[in-house]
């Protein structure tokens, strides 16, 4: 009889999908060669025929997390100059040859990494991979561009105080991560100002090694060929120790604050809530991911935008987004609404996150959420250059090639009763930071009932208010 239940167990698994997923599940990644030269660089050749381009990317794990406290926008500006020179070219001659080949560089700094991209027709692929490389391993950092780069930064700095929704979520991250966190501070004219070369240089020297680095090249190319030219071009490239980074402790425990950002003048509240979420490697990512959704990431679809904006008519637009990376997560809930609706709004999001915790969410709402989660798989593999991007970044935070080719299986094995369970252990409305951005004179007595504040100066340092007050 035992025996019997065994093989209707394995029966029903089978169809379920949790022993042996549906091939059509499975997402067949072209054939690829992954190994680590010498020097520690790890490699990743994925042939893409169907196309002749060739897309270049180059990530190394160097980015705002770990800039020296101080010196803020130090990652993001050594990231900028790579390209503004090197000992063979001068950025004038980068920029033509690669107007030339019609070609561009797109270079990112991210929290963990910065990223160096080049996509290329496959009969310009040789002279794409030399200026590629150069910009990598022979940057020269000329004084005038960093000047030229610094005042950029300074005007993007001062374009920021502009717009309330990125105040918010700055004033954010720095309850959450707190002053001695590079996370948790921003850039500012002070600290750009105080960038000089030797800086540039030194995180350079610090972050950029090919035992730090990652090489993905993805096209219509000879992989012996190719494996060739980079060992070439990157195998004299020497190893070294990688400096130590910042580690980020989550503490789910941690009380709320509350912070009210002064602008006077304005008419609208920004409301931004903002908590820890789990990690990328956590067993419970993929039904993280489906309750953010339904909470707040679905748009029109979602709870917060049904109960705050269609049936409350407080705002326009409110949202949640959750950010999973390898060593934490983040949570954030952002909206804005009129002076006079900030404490009915406030209630509202705070009533429906109890609502989702006590009642948990309908088998309706997460077919919808898994029918759009891997309905946009597909989306984002539909180019070589952004299936490159998609492999980099789910490298860096700890999932294999192998993790990608089973998104759709793994998010149709999310039950109601882990989104449910998930809800109910992570989701802590009464432990959200909270950042109001708004006139704190025509909305003193709504915050005043939302609870004890700190009241800062939006034009004031994150970290140094010299204007504070608590009330």
């Not at 029903?12 to 020097?39: K, Q």
């Not at 990223?115 to 940057?139: A, M, N, Q, W």
């Not at 030797?198 to 610090?206: L, P």
């Not at 609706?341 to 077919?367: F, H, W």
Request: charged share 25%.
């Amino acid at each position: 009889m035992n025996h019997i239940k065994c093989i209707f167990l394995v029966i029903w698994l089978i169809l379920a999908g949790y022993v042996y997923p549906n091939s059509a599940d499975i997402i067949e990644f072209p054939d690829r060669t992954d190994l680590t030269l010498e020097n520690g660089l790890r490699v990743i050749l994925i042939g893409h025929h169907e196309q002749p381009t060739i897309s270049y990317r180059f990530l190394v794990k160097a980015g705002v997390i770990d800039n020296p406290l101080g010196k803020e926008g130090l990652a993001e500006v050594t990231g900028e100059l790579l390209w503004s020179g090197t000992s063979s070219r001068t950025q004038d001659e980068i920029v033509d040859t690669i107007a030339l080949i019609g070609s561009t560089i797109n270079i990112l700094t991210r929290s963990h990494y910065t990223s160096v991209g080049l996509d290329v027709l496959k009969r310009y692929s040789e002279v794409g991979f030399e200026i590629f490389t150069d910009v990598i391993l022979d940057p020269v950092f000329p004084s005038r561009e960093l000047k030229r780069v610094r005042k950029e930064y300074i005007n993007y700095a001062k374009l920021e105080l502009t717009d309330n929704h990125k105040i918010a979520f700055n004033h954010g991250d720095f309850l959450l991560f707190g002053p001695q966190h590079p996370l948790g501070r921003v850039k500012t004219e002070k600290s750009l100002k105080g960038l000089n070369g030797k800086d540039v240089r030194t995180f350079y020297r610090r972050f950029f090694y090919p035992n730090n680095s990652i090489l993905l090249v993805i096209g219509d190319f000879s992989q012996q060929e190719t494996l060739d030219r980079i060992k070439n071009k990157f195998g004299q490239w020497e190893k070294a120790e990688v400096a130590e980074r910042i580690q980020t402790k989550v503490d789910f425990s941690k009380s709320t604050s509350i912070r009210a950002v002064d602008k006077p003048k304005m008419t609208q509240a920004v409301i931004h809530l903002k908590q820890w979420g789990i990690d990328s490697g956590h067993e419970d990512y993929y039904a993280y991911q489906l309750m953010n959704y339904i909470l707040g990431g679905g748009g029109f679809s979602s709870r917060l935008m049904e109960a705050v904006r269609a049936k409350g008519g407080k705002t326009y637009s409110i949202g949640s987004r959750y950010v999973g990376n390898f060593d934490y997560g983040v949570l954030s809930i952002t909206t804005s609404t009129r002076n006079e609706q900030l404490l009915n709004t406030y209630q509202l999001i705070q009533s429906e996150l109890k609502k989702l915790i006590d009642g948990g969410i309908t088998a309706e709402e997460l077919s919808k959420a898994k029918a759009y989660k891997i309905g946009s798989i597909p989306l984002q593999l539909e180019a070589p250059g952004m299936i490159a991007d998609k492999v980099l970044k789910a490298i860096v935070n700890g999932f294999t090639i192998d993790d990608l080719s089973k998104e759709i299986v793994y998010y149709k094995r999310v039950k109601i009763e882990d989104v449910n369970r998930v809800i109910k252990e992570y989701l802590h409305p009464e432990k959200l930071n909270i950042v109001i951005v708004g006139d704190v004179k025509k909305v003193k007595g709504q915050l005043e009932k939302i609870g004890h504040y700190e009241k800062v100066y939006y034009k004031s340092s994150l970290v140094k208010e010299p204007f504070l007050f608590f009330f």
